[in-house]
């Protein structure tokens, strides 16, 4: 492939059909959050940049949760009379101090603005499939004909980092196979942790398989090392070549790290850019792998000090999981991170604090692959597809409900029975919340319909809210001092507002399902729990579901702050930007 090749996709046909559609989402979510407000002029809305020189007409429709539907199509930039072409990067120039935008996150936004632009032009260039179409493939075939990422976030496809040539062969929409890098790690610098019943070597074997064990066994031999002196870390090809090659070479000089060289196995990265799925033997576990690239408001680095405890907090929830008849009841179950194998650079740790990229650079786990838990005609989606909408704006979740057969409310209901109902239940029997939006949660499919939910990313993505509640030792990393006030957004912000907000509105556009008939159906099925669960009465009181309003959280307002670390780690709910109020959409059910 020449220079020229890897660009071929940057055409200036679908450059501009890009723009048009990210200012399209722009302008929904910042008017959604409250950074840009649209006024009513002949019948259409309008916006106007900072100096009020420059104004944006267009059309929408306004749904529940303050949901702005913008028509791309409709979309005019205008100046002093004169109608002048949209520009992707010249709006956020135009409303930066609208924005929040200061002089030194401007530049570096622009770049992830022109990063996922250049991501939308390339996907442009797929063959076009149909959500129906799409809807008969595979799991991995639904995986990488993701087009959009998270919903929310308008700079959502930055991965500053990557080259063109490195997108290519790394991002999830090129569905590129991959090999990854094994480094040998000195055990003096390295740990490797494991969930109850599992062992270094016969993990090792099983992942890997004998031959490959064997071979890297022999480069190690080979210069005149003791193998069982090491342990095997598998890095993401980015990372080696960029990173640990470079900023680890003292490891490598001193044989503290020695490169084995690639695996067999052929894996493809998925909607989270640093897990791979391996395609070779998908029983295997997935590879999570660290990776220093930012993406939406974070550097995507592993923690070897956070990789110690995760197969025992994974333990520990997949024990309260099948210990409680209610989530049992639901079918939900979770793809635990079985071993995770972590190194820690003593220089870099002595240089910086816990929070620090430069300890995040050479971290792994190996997290169970769903598909042996498969039944007789069950299949994989994630949750993440639900919001795929294609080229002729039909949704992919109005692609299962066809194929389902079902009436689309009682779609609903069994989605919501086994997506939502979980997470309601561990809220209120445990202060437990998830990050659950699509890219963390895997659907199970018969025939369209949704029988069961499989959450995953857990130890990092989980959470305690109870200052009391009696966890082991090596799980209270996840325990959190949240405010009373703030526990409920756990399902208002992610769930209702990140999810179902685009959900609905899709299935409402299509004349599937009307708006209010999906909120009177989990206006329904939260009641079906509540009264299923009479003894949380005093907490389903406490913590009202049927509340009036709830605080709008607003996710792009955090990145626009600060798009290399956009929360504290240390203090996650302080650093929420709360804005006003949303009307919550189950008060009038």
């Not at 193998?227 to 490598?252: C, G, M, R």
């Not at 509640?469 to 959190?480: G, S, Y």
């Not at 956009?566 to 919550?584: E, I």
């Amino acid at each position: 492939m020449t220079p020229a090749d890897t660009v071929a996709h940057l055409s200036p046909e679908r450059w501009e059909t890009a723009g048009r559609l990210l200012i399209r989402k722009a302008l929904a979510e910042f008017a959604h959050e409250r950074l840009l407000t649209p006024e009513e002029e002949d019948g259409s809305y309008v916006v106007r940049s900072d100096d009020g020189q420059t104004s944006y007409r267009f059309s929408a429709v306004r749904r529940a949760l303050d949901h702005w539907q913008v028509d791309a199509g409709s979309i005019t930039r205008h100046r002093g009379g004169e109608r002048l072409p949209l520009a992707a990067l010249d709006f956020f120039i135009e409303f930066r101090q609208a924005l929040g935008l200061s002089d030194e996150v401007l530049p570096v936004y622009l770049e992830e603005i022109s990063s996922t632009l250049s991501g939308t032009c390339y996907k442009l260039t797929k063959p076009r499939v149909t959500s129906a179409e799409l809807a008969e493939g595979g799991f991995q075939a639904i995986e990488t004909g993701m087009t959009e990422g998270h919903p929310c976030f308008v700079a959502n496809n930055g991965r500053l980092g990557f080259g063109i040539h490195e997108y290519l062969s790394y991002a999830p929409e090129t569905a590129n196979p991959v090999r990854l890098v094994w480094l040998a790690a000195h055990r003096s610098r390295a740990a490797f942790t494991a969930g109850a019943g599992i062992e270094y070597e016969s993990f090792l074997r099983d992942e890997l398989g004998e031959p490959t064990v064997n071979r890297f066994r022999a480069v190690l031999t080979g210069r005149g090392l003791d193998p069982a002196d090491y342990l095997f870390i598998p890095v993401h090809p980015w990372q080696w070549w960029n990173k640990l090659s470079v900023t680890f070479a003292a490891e490598v000089a001193r044989g503290h790290l020695v490169c084995l060289g690639e695996g067999d196995d052929e894996y493809l990265a998925q909607q989270s850019i640093r897990t791979f799925f391996n395609t070779s033997n998908p029983h295997r576990h997935y590879v999570k792998t660290a990776l220093s690239v930012i993406n939406m408001g974070f550097m995507r680095g592993l923690s070897a000090a956070y990789m110690e405890a995760t197969p025992a907090i994974n333990d520990w929830l997949a024990r309260l999981i099948e210990n409680d008849p209610v989530l049992k009841a639901t079918g939900l179950t979770i793809i635990r991170e079985r071993a995770a194998v972590g190194y820690r650079h003593l220089e870099y740790e002595r240089a910086t604090d816990r929070y620090s990229p430069y300890r995040k650079m050479l971290a792994a786990l190996w997290r169970e692959s769903p598909v042996p838990s498969l039944r007789d005609g069950e299949s994989l989606a994630t949750m993440a597809s639900l919001l795929h909408v294609d080229h002729r704006g039909a949704s992919f979740a109005g692609a299962l409900i066809a194929r389902s057969g079902l009436p689309p409310t009682e779609w609903l209901r069994q989605y919501l029975r086994a997506y939502y109902t979980p997470l309601l239940h561990s809220f209120y029997a445990y202060d437990l919340a998830f990050m659950p939006h699509g890219e963390n949660v895997i659907l199970v499919l018969e025939d369209g319909a949704v029988r069961r939910a499989v959450y995953k990313d857990i130890a990092e993505e989980i959470v305690v809210m109870d200052p009391d509640a009696a966890l082991p030792p090596e799980v209270q990393r996840i325990r959190a001092d949240v405010p009373e006030d703030k526990k409920l957004l756990s399902v208002f912000t992610d769930v209702f507002d990140c999810f179902f907000r685009f959900l609905a509105a899709h299935l409402a556009t299509e004349g599937i399902l009307e708006e209010d008939g999906f909120w009177r159906t989990v206006a329904e099925v939260t009641r079906e729990y509540q009264d299923a669960n009479p003894e949380l009465a005093d907490r389903f009181r406490q913590y009202d579901m049927f509340a009036p309003e709830f605080a709008l959280s607003c996710l792009n307002r955090l990145q626009l702050r600060d798009n290399k670390q956009m929360v504290d780690l240390a203090d996650p709910s302080g650093a929420l930007q709360l804005v006003g109020t949303l009307k919550n959409p189950l008060a009038g059910h």
